[in-house]
């Protein structure tokens, strides 16, 4: 469906005729489980979209977009990327995860259209997996492990750990991929006293609890790399078992959404984007919160919302400075990008890397039944190519 954002009256007056608007295409999932983490940073990129066409448009010109659904099955994502690349956008944003928004992106990659996915944690959501044209808003699933590690070692005072890995979806790999590389750089591979894997569909991880109550000596941590509904299981499940030491985990867990499934939730850490509870330490992520509410009568169910509105903002502010929407003059400012001071925090892209690798986590915690932010953490450890796309891992 073709959806129009802003008003028009903005772009041209009496007799004048208006340019031939910007469109952006969202082959997004607005069903299915991937839902849940496509649909707040969608709402977020409407909201820039909204910002930009009251302000005036880009290069002059009304931003529309186009949304088709991709009911989270990979097949779809392809066919909708194929369909909104034949009908002519000006750049393609994909679903949250490498796995199903890289069908709809290799659409995009072969016209030469840019694409941007709202929230992949993976790697290859870039030049080395679907192409030079690829992007996504996030940072690398690695850089997410690395930073909770070095969090725990250094503030937790935490010194062995055990890692048990979803093995449903290339961000979990990835994840216990960094994870693993910063826990052993510091506190050496003995440290990790062990791991197991399970699916995210698993009804249960009972074996794999056993096998861990059966360690002869009980590591003081346990790092979860997984994502909700299994993820969320997995902790009930530990807890339940009397596992009470901290739990470290990844970003895809972040926000209250599913708190009520571990009641009395606590000692479980994560890195986040942002927090939707009042108590970010930067004042401008409490502003988006609002303006969010404002814009959709509601706040974010999700800290990933912030991904959405600075994905816009960076091909926005890159076709302003090309002075145009041709995908090869944009892909020349945005590989330019050092630290670019963007609403997620600054950003970088190279023409060998399209994911950050150091960006600044906040990192949150549980607390009284609520995500509460703890402080700001910029991991020291940066992930080399190797590591991010796990070449002997």
Not at 167 to 179: D, H, L, Q, R
Not at 195 to 204: E, H, K, L, T, Y
Not at 251 to 265: C, E, G, Q, R
Not at 326 to 344: E, G, H, I, R, W
């Amino acid at each position: 469906m073709a959806i129009a954002v802003g008003a028009g009256a903005l772009f041209g007056g009496p007799g004048q005729a208006a340019e031939k608007p910007i469109v952006i295409g969202f082959a997004i999932a607005q069903s299915g489980w991937l839902h849940n983490y496509d649909a707040a940073p969608f709402r977020a990129a409407v909201m820039k979209i909204d910002e930009i066409n009251k302000a005036g448009g880009l290069l002059g010109r009304e931003v529309k977009i186009r949304v088709l659904d991709t009911k989270t099955e990979r097949e779809r994502s392809a066919s909708a990327g194929a369909e909104l690349v034949q009908s002519g956008v000006d750049m393609l944003v994909v679903s949250c995860d490498y796995d199903f928004g890289a069908p709809a992106a290799l659409a995009a990659q072969k016209a030469k259209v840019i694409s941007m996915s709202l929230c992949a944690a993976d790697p290859k959501m870039g030049v080395q997996g679907v192409g030079n044209m690829a992007f996504t808003a996030n940072s690398a699933a690695q850089s997410e492990g690395i930073a909770i590690a070095e969090y725990a070692q250094q503030k937790l005072g935490v010194k062995t750990t055990y890692v048990l890995e979803d093995v449903s979806i290339e961000y979990n790999k990835s994840g216990c991929a960094g994870f693993r590389a910063a826990w052993a750089r510091t506190n050496g591979k003995e440290s990790i006293l062990g791991g197991d894997v399970f699916r995210n569909d698993d009804p249960s991880i009972a074996a794999q609890i056993t096998r861990l109550q059966g360690l002869k000596t009980k590591p003081d941590s346990v790092f979860l790399c997984s994502y909700t509904p299994g993820g969320a299981s997995a902790i009930r499940q530990l807890r339940a078992a009397g596992l009470d030491m901290p739990i470290l985990g990844t970003t895809a867990m972040v926000d209250n959404y599913w708190l009520n499934a571990v009641p009395n939730l606590k000692d479980f850490y994560l890195p986040g984007f942002m927090s939707l509870y009042g108590d970010d330490p930067r004042p401008e992520m409490n502003k988006f919160v609002q303006d969010f509410k404002a814009r959709w009568g509601e706040p974010p169910v999700s800290s990933y919302s912030v991904l959405g509105y600075s994905l816009i903002e960076q091909w926005a502010h890159a076709v302003a400075e090309a002075k145009s929407t041709d995908a090869d003059k944009t892909l020349v400012v945005m590989n330019s990008y050092k630290d670019q001071p963007f609403l997620v925090g600054p950003t970088s892209y190279t023409k060998d890397l399209h994911v950050q690798v150091n960006r600044p986590w906040l990192i949150m915690t549980v607390k009284d039944g609520s995500f509460r932010a703890v402080e700001m953490y910029r991991n020291q450890f940066t992930p080399d190519l190797k590591l991010l796309f796990r070449v002997g891992a």
